[in-house]
């Protein structure tokens, strides 16, 4: 079994996209898909898959604090490092990262939180977050 985690990369074009990483999933070890996708994305690129390109905008220092997966939603709880530094163009393409690769792993309304806070402003910039998670949470 496996999950996607989305990084950054280039397409054929040279254009930045998100690149769905697959990594073997072991529900023995492992927990939850969603748990261990955000883990591994937070964790961020393998040295093999850096050198096929793929980056994170996820900053070093980031940690989940954890994630509760009930029956009706899951809140994803990260340390404050998760909107630090990197600007505006990083905080939307970390946040992207992270809705990618939790949409794709459940079904299940996704929620940001920041130090056990539902997150609705990301950053120094104040960039607006609507929750739950989807791909127009940041307005575009």
Avoid: C
């Avoid at 809140?75 to 630090?84: A, P, Q, T, W």
């Amino acid at each position: 079994m496996f999950v996607n985690v989305f990084f950054i990369g280039q397409n054929k074009n040279g254009e930045e996209v998100y690149k769905a990483v697959k990594r073997k999933y072991d529900p023995e070890l492992d927990g939850t898909p969603i748990k261990f996708a955000i883990t591994t994305l937070i964790n961020g690129p393998k040295p093999e898959e850096v050198k096929l390109g793929v980056y994170s905008e996820i900053p070093i220092g980031t940690k989940l604090l954890n994630i509760v997966d009930n029956a009706d939603a899951v809140y994803i709880n990260l340390s404050k490092h998760f909107e630090m530094g990197g600007g505006t163009d990083s905080i939307y393409k970390r946040i992207f990262q992270l809705i990618k690769t939790a949409k794709y792993n459940t079904n299940k309304p996704v929620y940001l939180m920041i130090e056990n806070n539902i997150a609705e402003v990301i950053g120094g910039e104040g960039i607006m977050l609507t929750q739950p998670l989807t791909e127009k949470s940041l307005g575009e």
